[in-house]
Nanobody, 122 residues
């Protein structure tokens, strides 16, 4: 059974940093596109970042220059380094895995973690 488990969420003041990690178990995702999404209270879940097996990365405009996604294929993990955090980054952050190996915008993600809360205070 595939499991994605996020960690690293928490509370931080605006301008601070957090690093989220996602550990996959049950199968390897070395060749799969991995992504991070977030859902703020009262809003729909939105795309944050994605990374292909070749480490090609994409970001939503709101986080470009502040967030960085990376992966360690040997450890079957993907991380999201979040710097210069803003109150509007407050959300539950979800790790996701696609069955696809070539990234394109709007691709389907089939496996999801339970989410980790990130709260940024002003």
């Amino acid at each position: 059974q595939v499991q994605l488990v996020e960690s690293g969420g928490g509370s931080v003041q605006a301008g601070g940093s957090l690093r989220l990690s996602c550990a996959a178990s049950g199968r390897t995702f070395n060749r799969n596109v991995m992504g991070w999404f977030r859902q703020a209270p009262g809003k729909e879940r939105e795309f944050v970042a994605a990374i292909s097996w070749s480490t090609r990365a994409d970001y939503t405009d709101a986080v470009k220059g502040r967030f960085s996604i990376s992966r360690d294929n040997a450890k079957n993990t993907v991380s999201l380094q979040m710097n210069s955090l803003k109150p509007e980054d407050t959300a539950v952050y979800y790790c996701a895995a696609s069955e696809g190996i070539y990234y394109y915008k709007g691709m389907l993600y089939n496996s999801w973690g339970q989410g980790t809360q990130v709260t940024v205070s002003s």
